[in-house]
């Protein structure tokens, strides 16, 4: 009797076989495995993570010096020439009343006529610069010191209040910033301030 049932069971099963061969449920079937296995392969590998690269270190860029030593306040470090003006006007390091007296003052906190960044000179608008007004952008300013000849064009003219600090501000190239009492035929304090701003075009250096 055992025996019996387990032949009909084998009877039933290969039965079942042919049938779900021979059927539809073989194709669904068959597909299904074939779906299944493909999109396993076809799912890309976990992507390693690359570590951040180290943060990159910003490059200040330094001031260009060319003067060995700062002169003494005081001391002259050479001649503004204007050429629209046919003048030349001798420069002296510090803007305090001595110097204003005798020519042109070196704003002692900025750089030296040549070096990168904003060099300032000021001076009074009833003696040295009585005629600045006369000059404007597109002209040329020339600055002649110990370590060369420095020609500067005038890119922009500006008309600043007397406590405007931007005229002493840094620069990220050479600057030659020129300014004086506005207007120039005011009495008494002037209120303003007339700015010539120029970038420096030419570099002749002395040899040593």
Same mark, same amino acid.
């Given at each position: ?38 999109? *396993? ?10 570590? *951040? ?21 005081? @001391? ?8 629209? !003006? &046919? *003048?030349? !006007? ?7 009343? &001595? @110097?204003? @007296? ?23 608008? &009833? ?11 597109? &002209? ?67 040899? @040593?």
């Amino acid at each position: 009797m055992k025996r019996f049932i387990l032949l009909a069971a084998a009877v039933g099963l290969i039965g079942f076989g042919t049938w779900l061969a021979g059927t539809n449920a073989f194709k669904f079937l068959t597909g299904y495995m074939i779906f299944t296995v493909n999109k *396993a392969s076809s799912e890309p590998a976990p992507v390693k993570q690359e570590e *951040a690269p180290p943060p990159v270190k910003e490059k200040r860029e330094t001031k260009t010096v060319i003067y060995e030593k700062r002169p003494e306040e005081g @001391e002259i470090i050479g001649d503004l020439i204007i050429p629209k !003006l &046919d *003048a030349t !006007l001798p420069i002296y390091h510090g803007t305090d009343e &001595d @110097e204003l @007296e005798k020519g042109v003052g070196h704003y002692a906190g900025s750089v030296l006529p040549g070096e990168k960044d904003n060099s300032v000179l000021s001076g009074h608008r &009833d003696t040295v610069f009585r005629r600045l007004g006369e000059v404007g952008k597109g &002209d040329l300013l020339i600055v002649n010191t110990s370590m060369g000849e420095f020609t500067y064009k005038i890119r922009k003219v500006r008309i600043v209040d007397a406590d405007d600090r931007t005229v002493i501000v840094p620069k990220p190239r050479a600057t030659l910033t020129v300014t004086t009492c506005y207007p120039f035929r005011y009495i008494g304090d002037a209120p303003d301030r007339y700015i010539l701003v120029a970038d420096l075009i030419e570099s002749k250096k002395y040899e @040593e």
